[in-house]
């Protein structure tokens, strides 16, 4: 829903606003994508040159010398910050669509008089909303979870940057947040939606209280993760994994299933399936499982 526009525009009417060159047919932009999930219509963008891209009748933000292929190109040296510029006029120009339904709320939910939904939301069967916890736009949360007091779901996170004059351009956050069945969040956690695509919160994951969940992260099933954590954007957590307190793990790090991270670790680095890493920086202290 958040990342498509009220009405479509065309590239050249995009391109004359960000004054660059473009090239390749003057398409339709209908909805912000990904670079993966690329549909006829879809804006997004590319910091590296692609060589053969599969733009589906799409418009890319790509450097020069990108090929076009059957899409369009709007000509960046930065394509990140064209890209959030561009979010921006689109936003000003023509809009994106916002829900407008009401909450669905399932059977037996238990519901704080001091929580706060926003338009959109769906909370599942037999869960509970605990005290002062506002969920924003568009959040989706299964049946039988537990949202403990004072927690945040589906703020826009921290993404951005910086133009010419180092003035900072804050990157939309047009993604959702959708959270699985009997998943636990402690108080005072915040889960920020996603930029483009949703932030994933999978079955049976169980968080303690004041840990934060940043843009476009998936947790997988049944992870656990102690007090204080902090959760970089894109970071993808796997199954059954711990996470000890006061932990911090970078952007875009995988941890594999089943692993083990001690408390107040720095991850750095990818960890493999079934690796206990501790410290700062984290540092492998047992190796692979090799039932796993």
Known sequence: MGNELTSSIKVSELAKE??????????????????????????????????????????????PGTEIGNGSIIQANNPRLV????LVLLSQLVGFKKFQEKPQIGNDVVISSS???????????????GHNVVIHDG???????VI??????????????????????????????IIG????????????????????????????DQVHIAHNCIIRKGALIAACVEISGGVDVGELTWIGPNS??????KIGKKSFIGIASNVTKPVNDGVS????????????????
């Open 248 to 253: 911090s793990i970078v952007q875009k790090i």
């Open 18 to 63: 960000l004054k660059l060159d473009w090239d390749g047919p003057d398409l339709i932009i209908k909805r912000i994508d990904s670079l993966k999930s690329l549909k006829e219509g879809s804006l997004s963008f590319s910091k590296k040159i692609q060589p053969s891209p599969q733009l589906n009748k799409s418009i890319l933000i790509s450097p």
């Open 115 to 129: 929580a706060f939904l926003g338009k959109g939301v769906v909370v599942g069967d037999r869960s509970l909303i």
């Open 181 to 208: 069945n009997r998943v636990e969040l402690g108080s005072l956690n915040s889960v920020c939606r996603g930029t483009i695509e949703n932030t994933i919160i999978q079955d049976d994951v169980k968080t303690d």
């Open 139 to 145: 959040v989706n949360i299964g049946k039988d979870c």
């Open 83 to 86: 890209f959030a510029k561009a």
């Open 148 to 177: 403990k007091s004072n927690t945040i779901i589906g703020e826009a996170g921290f993404g951005f940057e910086r133009d010419e004059m180092n003035e900072p351009i804050r990157l939309l956050h047009l993604g959702g947040v």
């Open 277 to 292: 890493v501790a410290g700062n920086p984290a540092r492998i202290i047992k190796k692979i499982n090799d039932n796993i």
